[in-house]
């Protein structure tokens, strides 16, 4: 994502801060609440800027927003029901529901990673807020969803008609609670990556297997299932945050095998708003306290 520096001049703090004493945990939580607020209109210019650089990058631009997600759900069904021959019913929009938001938290991730780092002369060049590099990347990152929501109701409307429910009007709420997680997440990998470059060639891996624990390719029945025989590594997948996720989109979207609607599991879905909550405190202070190390190291 390429950022003019006249934009960021205009937005940048009329006298360069002191780094001789930094504040404490509070401070750096309210500094870090005050710059994002303030820089509100950049971060809108970053987001606009993003999404028409990602549009003007291939030929089909932002269909593929449109048309990735139902590629990678041809590719699972085809893994899982005709090489592995398991039988779910409507696979497809079960698959679906587990891709969708799982592509915009990688997308997310992704960018976030290189946000910072991918500003370096910029950073070197101008004092401001880093923090809104990866808070516009993961903002940005919400159109991917949006965009998912078309083949989505091409898929339901055309496909599964008999599935559309009223609960799709806790979608929403359910991707709120994914976006605290995935912003607080952002934080964390944009601010470390600037040390440890190596970040973006784990994150491929270690995001590949996040997805292979999480129920995306097959229902919590089948955690609850391993439980019997490998009770530790059920109870791992089970606190996993896209288990919540994953099983409370799917039954929104799909709702249960025999086609009855179903609804988001609540008590899971406040606990991991809290603790969401929670962590972006604490990447939101890891991320102030490196920031101002950025332009020595980059």
Do not use: C
């Amino acid at each position: 994502m390429d950022i003019t520096g006249e934009e960021i001049a205009r937005e940048a703090p009329a006298s360069l801060r002191s780094t001789a004493i930094r504040p404490g945990p509070l401070g750096l939580i309210g500094e870090a609440m005050r710059e994002t607020w303030s820089r509100r209109r950049l971060i809108r210019y970053l987001v606009q800027a993003d999404l028409k650089k990602k549009g003007s990058d291939t030929v089909l631009g932002n269909i593929w927003w449109i048309l990735d997600p139902l590629l990678q759900m041809v590719v699972y069904v085809i893994l899982v029901s005709v090489i592995f021959q398991r039988t779910t019913p409507d696979y497809p929009l079960f698959i679906f529901a587990a891709i969708l938001p799982w592509k915009w938290f990688t997308s997310s991730v992704y960018d976030a990673i290189t946000s910072v780092v991918g500003q370096e002369r910029l950073i070197k060049q101008i004092q401001f807020p880093k923090i809104i590099l990866p808070t516009a990347t993961t903002v940005a990152g919400i159109a991917n969803f949006a965009f998912g929501m078309i083949p989505l109701a091409g898929l339901l409307v055309l496909f599964y008609a008999d599935r559309i429910s009223p609960t799709l009007v806790f979608i929403p709420l359910i991707a709120a609670v994914q976006f605290v997680f995935t912003l607080a997440f952002s934080f964390v990998v944009a601010g470390i990556n600037v040390f440890f470059r190596d970040i973006a060639n784990v994150s491929r891996h270690a995001l590949r297997l996040w997805f292979y624990l999480s129920p995306g390719l097959y229902s919590a029945a089948a955690i609850e299932k391993l439980r019997e025989t490998n009770p530790l590594i059920a109870d791992v997948m089970a606190i996993n945050p896209f288990y919540t996720f994953f099983e409370s989109y799917r039954n929104v979207i799909y709702g249960t095998p025999t086609g009855d609607p179903s609804m988001p599991l609540w008590g899971h879905l406040l606990a991991w708003l809290a603790g969401s909550v929670i962590l972006l405190v604490l990447a939101t202070l890891l991320f102030k306290r490196l920031e101002p190390a950025f332009a020595k190291v980059l």
